[in-house]
């Protein structure tokens, strides 16, 4: 099965924080598809980030885009509820950080949200086992959570052939997405070996176009180009 439409998500932890509504606003008008809501809680990952107001903030502003809410949190649940109502489209979090991975893919489905799981780089794809009807997407970490700016690690790409594997033998539609040191150089590859949803921060919004501060369409183009598209 062909791998889904490409999609770019940026990782608003590298954003400019102090200006989130603005930023957010730009990196769509420069043709990202969707955003990707870092949420760190400084216990199942050692950096602490943004929470469930800050999603609903975006949405006041009169974002409409999807927002992709990755949860590095242990537990899961109560933030699943939280950010249901702050006006997620997407979450995501780690198997190993809920006590039961079923009912919390549940608690987003019921609600009419995508739901999925991630994996960090040493966590098997065998989480999957049981859960694989009933995820919308998969998340491949290529670096180890908890911090923007790191760099992609080579065994993805063998994980992502696998779990592209998994996908196509679930005959479903579940989106892969890869989440860390994804860049204009190494996007092309990454495509190659079945991810067809991509998260770039630092890449992305260190990118800033110089002549018009509000456009990040250069660095977004060339992504595209490194795509085929
Ligand atoms: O989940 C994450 C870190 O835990 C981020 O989404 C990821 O690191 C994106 O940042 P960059 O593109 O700078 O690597
Ligand atoms: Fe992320």
Redesign the pocket.
């Known amino acids: 099965m062909p791998a889904l439409e490409p999609k770019i998500a940026p ?1 608003i ?2 954003a400019d924080l102090a200006r989130l509504g603005e930023e957010v606003s730009d990196v769509l008008a420069s043709g990202a598809d969707m955003i ?1 809501f ?1 949420v ?1 809680d400084n216990h199942y ?1 050692p ?1 602490l980030t943004f929470g469930a107001p800050v999603c609903k903030a975006l949405r006041d502003y009169g974002i409409t885009a999807p927002i992709d809410v ?1 949860l ?1 949190v242990k537990p899961v649940d109560e933030l699943i509820h939280a950010f249901i109502d702050a006006g997620a489209s997407d979450i995501t979090f780690h198997p190993e950080a809920s006590e039961h991975i079923d009912r919390s893919l549940s608690l987003i489905r019921d609600a009419g949200l995508r739901c999925g799981l991630v994996f960090n780089p040493a966590t098997p794809l065998t989480w999957l086992d049981h859960v694989m009807d009933k995820v919308d997407m998969i998340l491949l ?10 760099s ?1 690690i080579p065994h993805t790409m063998e994980k992502l052939r696998q779990a592209r594997e998994r996908i196509d033998a679930s005959g479903r539609d579940i989106r892969l997405e890869v ?5 204009a150089d190494n996007i092309g590859e990454i495509a190659a070996a079945g991810a067809d949803t991509f ?6 919004f260190k990118a800033r176009r110089e002549d018009d501060p509000h456009r990040y369409d250069t660095v977004i183009g060339a992504m595209r180009r490194g795509l085929g598209r």
């Not at 970490?141 to 790191?150: C, D, E, L």
């Not at 989440?179 to 860049?183: A, E, H, I, P």
């Open positions: 990782s932890l590298s990707h870092d760190m990952v950096n990755h590095m970490m290529s670096v180890n959570p908890g911090f923007g700016g790191q992609f989440d860390g040191g994804v860049n998260v770039a921060g630092s890449s992305l």
